[in-house]
């Protein structure tokens, strides 16, 4: 079984050929606040991890988070995975890892986890009211 010592994905392995000078292309380097949620595919979590991207970027808009990636994962040793992992100031994080936590994360922890790191003194409104 895997560690959570593994290295986490970055965005600047993805490379996109060349299309030559076309303005408004996406550089494969995206600087900023990123995110990356890795997942076992062969649990066929690619929902949640959509589900979880979408909420993320519902909260944490364009420039707080400037992108979210999915890494699926399909190997014997990814199984059962589901991290999310956080790049902040050149620094990655793990915000949170199913096997470590027990389970999948409630968005609002999810949330407030990804606030204390980018945005400590941020209000998140009702996700911050206890329940």
């Known amino acids: 079984m895997a560690s959570c010592e593994a290295e986490p994905p970055t965005s600047a392995q993805a490379t996109e050929p060349s299309r030559g000078?076309?303005?408004?292309?996406?550089?494969?380097?995206?600087e900023g606040t990123t995110v990356a949620i890795e997942f076992c595919d062969r649990c066929r979590w690619l929902h949640r991890a959509t589900w979880v991207q979408t909420e993320l970027f519902l909260s944490f808009a364009p420039p707080t988070i400037s992108s979210i990636t999915l890494f699926p994962r399909n190997s014997e040793d990814t199984a059962g995975r589901f991290r999310?992992?956080?790049?902040?100031?050149?620094?990655?994080?793990?915000a949170w890892d199913r096997k470590t936590e027990g389970g999948f994360p409630e968005l609002k922890v999810l949330k407030q986890r990804i606030r204390d790191i980018i945005q400590p003194g941020r209000s998140l409104g009702h996700s911050d009211k206890s329940s």
Not at 21 to 30: D, E, F, K, S, Y
Request: hydrophobic fraction near 45%; proline fraction near 10%; aromatic fraction near 10%.
């Open 21 to 30: 000078n076309i303005p408004g292309l996406l550089h494969p380097q995206v």
């Open 84 to 94: 999310v992992w956080v790049t902040f100031n050149g620094e990655q994080k793990l």
